[in-house]
């Protein structure tokens, strides 16, 4: 399998800690110490999550140097789509004018890419499809609750892509796909679906649980248990060493984490990416846009042994080692 084109887009408008000051009790200082983040994407009035995925999309057909129609299955991971029904991937085959192409949505939260690319990887392997432009996208500016300083500091919007096509190789040598939901209240929204209708809310309430909830301090436990023992068996399942690994990409949540996760393994520091202090945790579109950068950026070449590793909600966590 064969990533031919790569691309994302971030929304014009910057959010900066100082900005988020103004709005919510925080601080430059504590949100820079705790997540490393200093600035966020934040979607126009006129943008969402559709339009995002179709910026991302035409950035990484432009690479391919291919047509929409060449495109014969679209999957987009997000968790916050255009509407509830219907899925967004249909819309964003439309606009960019792919035909009336196979195309679907993944919810799997902040694991949504890696998700959608060991789905991909099936789908082209298989010979059942032969190009597959699979997108991360989300909007999180419009599902945060902006009083709560513990989830609205965090978040940032934007979207990234990848085209796929099979060319011979098996090189997804390694994955790892769980889930845990005894955990799913963890990170949620717990109003609006079909267990709590947005019309048995009281009208007259606040109704917080329409809005993004999550115990971080519980996620960040289990993002820093899961993640290493998740890398580890990639490692050994793909039968190779750590220092094999170029280039380490997992989900850009909080750089603690990432630290946390690089001190108990033997890959280079170096050797993990990260963007989170520009864009922040922007959910399904994280790994993609930190996949973009890294292909742009010159730092991933030909032969080398990519690990990306999404986690969260779900809760969910889901990589694979790909050799490039
Ligand atoms: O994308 C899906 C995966 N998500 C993650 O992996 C996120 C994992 N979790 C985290 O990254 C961290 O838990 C957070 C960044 C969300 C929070 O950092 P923390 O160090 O775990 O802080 P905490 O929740 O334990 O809160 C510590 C204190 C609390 O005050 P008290 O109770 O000690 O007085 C919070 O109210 O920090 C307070 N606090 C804030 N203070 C200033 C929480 N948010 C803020 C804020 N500004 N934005």
Redesign the pocket.
């Known amino acids: 399998m064969k990533i031919i084109g790569t691309g994302s887009y971030l929304p014009q408008r910057i959010m900066t800690n100082h900005d988020l000051e103004a709005i919510?009790?925080?601080?430059d200082e504590?949100?820079v110490k705790?997540?490393g983040i200093r600035e966020r994407h934040i979607a126009s009035k006129n943008e969402s999550t559709s339009d995002l995925a179709y910026a991302a999309a035409k950035n990484a057909l432009a690479m391919a140097g291919i047509s929409p129609t060449d495109i014969d299955m679209l999957i987009v991971a997000t968790s916050t789509p255009d509407y509830p029904i219907p899925a967004v991937a249909p819309i964003v085959a439309s606009k960019l004018g792919c035909g009336q192409i196979a195309a679907f949505d993944i919810n799997s939260?902040?694991s949504g890419f890696s998700v959608a690319i060991l789905n991909a990887y099936g789908m082209l392997r298989t010979g059942l499809y032969r190009t597959v432009l699979v997108i991360g996208a989300d909007t999180y500016s419009r599902i945060l609750n902006w009083t709560d300083?513990?989830s609205c500091?965090?978040f940032g919007d934007g979207a990234g892509a990848a085209i796929l096509q099979f060319d011979g190789r098996n090189n997804i040598i390694s994955h790892k796909f769980g889930t845990d939901g005894a955990r799913s209240n963890l990170?949620c929204i717990p109003a609006g679906g079909a267990k709590n209708p947005i019309h048995s809310l009281d009208p007259n309430g606040p109704n917080n649980d329409l809005f993004f909830q999550?115990d971080?301090?519980s996620?960040?436990e289990f993002?820093i248990d899961v993640v290493p023992k998740t890398i580890v068996q990639l490692i050994e399942d793909a039968k190779i060493q750590p220092s094999d690994i170029s280039a380490v990409l997992l989900?850009q949540?909080?750089i603690?984490?990432i630290d946390a996760i690089a001190k108990y393994l033997d890959i280079p520091r170096e050797r993990y990416l990260s963007n989170v202090d520009r864009v922040g945790?922007t959910?399904s579109a994280s790994l993609p846009i930190l996949l973009d950068e890294a292909v742009r950026g010159d730092k991933i070449h030909k032969g080398d042994k990519v690990m990306v590793i999404g986690?969260?909600?779900g809760l969910s966590w889901c990589g694979y080692v790909m050799e490039w």
């Open positions: 919510v009790d925080t601080s504590w949100i705790r997540t939260v902040c300083r513990t500091c965090i990170i999550m971080g301090r996620v960040y993002s989900h949540a909080n603690r984490i945790n959910s986690f969260g909600g």
